[in-house]
């Protein structure tokens, strides 16, 4: 076969790719030189005047960053000890391990936000049966979503919840596709479980981790449908995530053009993170 | 012969008498929903539109979620459908996202939606896109009975962009069984050495408010609030501020502007008469109930609606909703004016000018247009005529969950609420309220210029962190005036000023 026809195969996968991948990310990048608005509708050109309105004008987007990094690294942190400590449980033979397994996974099939509508009414400072039942044990109400502190760890609970069972599901996978001998090794050897756990388990787990942290930072990353429902950014600015800040120039304000360049931004930072705490991750996590 | 003439007269007499009420009951039959009234005759009565025939023709409509407009949009929707044969399709979209529901569409020259729903802020940006609404639809009787303030909330420099079909404004509910009560003035007055009455100022309402947060003074075994307030970023919370900041800044003394200088396009909203209205709002996060400062229109509505606070304000939609049969308030509760304010800001003495002043907030309201890219204008113009009919209105209007409010003279008649069960007393102060503020010479109308969202957006941020106490009431306002200098300079101050005129014209009464 002549060589230049394998190419004619590859036409087809290249032109979904770029429909789909290479288009929409070309697309931002123009749109994000534009001025596009609600009283402006056109793709103009004004060069890079929204990059300098995002790096030297715009606080917020910046805060509202580094409150993502906090939300996003805790959620995952927290998913990443309780997946694995669900995971373990249900590896070993105990009785009705089907039925946990199944029962772990439910908070993930449900809809994030009709969970989260659910999550607020429970949270409801006046109207929610969780402050009933603290009022019942003699603790005051909590201001659940009106605090600007305790408003962020109502997000990262809420999160927790809906997310832990993915972790859980890589890392029972991970753990269930680890090789037997190096744990009859450390068991002929006489170690604990704390030892095997330690220098046995950990270790062989640490590339399905990686994994699993860094498909969950990027989830978590672009976490909005929970903010948006639950505190809609409040009180204040106190739970806005980047994504959700986005979403607000973009679609409520109409500011399409400087939503582009906030994502675009957004995009590349992403990236560029999300490389390097995949280098630090492994170069902490896999002992050569 | 005599005999004859007289039978014949009586004939006649009759069924002149009864003809409207065999209408009536014809209509009132299939249409449950006008039961109280039957059929209005008028051109776009039930009678009317059953004689158009739309058979084979579908009409798109982007309308709000359901309750509120969305609710009404669906009933007229189905009952059109019936009357003329015509098939139309009902979009549900949440408030936040009308705007961009049918700005997405109209800037790419699309109608997905023949007709669109969203507040009568958007005018400003929708109306190169919408269809003014024909002369023959702005002569009918319905339209002539619309009041002038609506009129103009509907319209752009005399076009009429928007159909009429809710009025809204600001305006205050309270307690009156409380309010109203001999021993609990004589135990405020002990406690405060003040009169407990309807508060007159925000301070009083605050005091008020102050005093009867968190405790159980209705007796039904849960603990009340002081207010329940729209606070919650995002969630139409701007136009809770601007009601607070009226008395404080809208001056009769200085015509011009309230959100801008309209000479210099220099921003107000930092001036000490806001930042006094947001120094009482912080301090009224400690007399709502708990997890006030998340409350949205709905949660509002909920709250003073289900007797968990004594006062609170915003659009009709609360009270309509606490004087239905099935509150636990029905007939508990009273409407006043806006509280005023014993001084005003002067901005250009640069002095607080000494006396009482209130100003009314004419508030946006649900609006509704045409898209001009649409094909189905005039099946599109029957539907918005139609839905707001003398009959469909009257029974929309005592639905509190509906959203549609008063904006006709006749709305502002006692009889139309006592019909609906409300006592004679509270149906005078409601309507008196109304009409007091169509009187008032010293209104404040809603932000209509381009980029109106953005200028909303900037105010509501700035106002959710002081009330978050992320910043103090200066500070949050300064940042929001820097922010509207930016949007100014973005959109063009003389773009904002040529359509910010159109609004100061209104409030200075020159239209």
Known sequence: ?288 | MKTIKTCVTALISALLVFSPVAYADKWSDQFPHIKATGDIPGDCSYESMSKKNYKGKTLKINTHAVPVMGEPTALHAEQFAKLTGAKVDVTHTPAGDLYAKAMVPFQAGQAPYDIVFGFSNFINDWRRYLEPVPKKYVEMKQMKDVTPSHIGVASWDGVMYQFPVDGDRHYLKYRKDVIDNPEYQKQYKEATGKELKVPTTWKEYGEMAAYFNGWDWDGDGEKEYGSAEVMKKDDLMYAAFYSRSAAYSKNPKTPGGFFFDLETMKPLINNPGFVEALTDWVAATKYVPPGGINFGLGDEIGSFGGGQTLFSFSWDDAFVAAMQPDSPINNKVGAAQLPGATKVWNRKTNSWDEGFNQAPFFVWGWAVGVAKKSKEKEMAFDYLCFFANEANHQADIGIGRFGVNPFRNDDFKVDVWTQIGWDKDIAQSYVDTLAQMEQSKNRVFPLRVPGTFEFNAALATAAAKALAGQLSPQAALDEAAKQWEDILNRVGKDNVRKAYAVGVAMEDNKQ
């Open chain 1, 1 to 288: 076969m002549n060589f230049k026809h394998k190419f004619v195969f590859l036409f087809p996968g290249l032109f979904v790719l770029i429909g789909i991948l290479i288009f929409p990310i070309i697309f931002t990048i123009r749109l994000s030189l534009s001025g596009w608005n609600s009283y402006t509708p056109e793709m103009n050109f004004i060069g890079i005047t929204n990059y300098i309105r995002l790096f030297t004008d715009d606080p917020r987007f910046w805060e509202s960053f580094f409150r993502l990094s906090f939300l996003s690294v805790t959620t995952v942190i927290l998913q990443y000890i309780i997946g694995f400590a669900l995971a373990m449980m249900v590896w070993r033979e105990i009785k009705f391990k089907r039925f946990f397994r199944v029962i772990f996974l439910v908070p993930m099939m449900t809809t994030p936000v009709i969970m989260t509508v659910i999550w607020r009414t429970f949270f409801h400072e006046s109207l929610g049966p969780v402050n009933d039942l603290l009022g019942g044990l003699g603790v005051k109400p909590i201001l659940w979503l009106s605090d600007p502190v305790i408003a962020k760890f109502t997000v990262i609970i809420v999160e927790v919840w809906q997310w832990t069972p993915f972790m859980f599901l890589l890392l029972l996978a991970g753990l269930l596709s680890l090789p037997k001998e190096p744990f009859l090794a450390a068991a002929i050897d006489g170690a604990s479980p704390f030892r095997k756990f330690v220098y046995v388990t950990f270790p062989l787990m640490a590339p399905i981790s990686i994994g699993a942290i860094i498909i969950r930072l990027i989830e978590a990353s672009k976490i909005m449908d929970t903010v948006f429902v639950l505190t809609s950014g409040g009180p204040g600015t106190a739970t806005e995530t980047s994504s959700f800040y986005i979403y607000i120039k973009g679609l409520r304000e109409f500011q399409m053009g400087y939503a582009a360049t906030l994502s675009f931004t957004y995009l590349v930072i992403m990236i560029i993170s999300l490389t390097i705490i995949a280098k630090v991750l492994t170069k902490l996590m896999i002992k050569e």
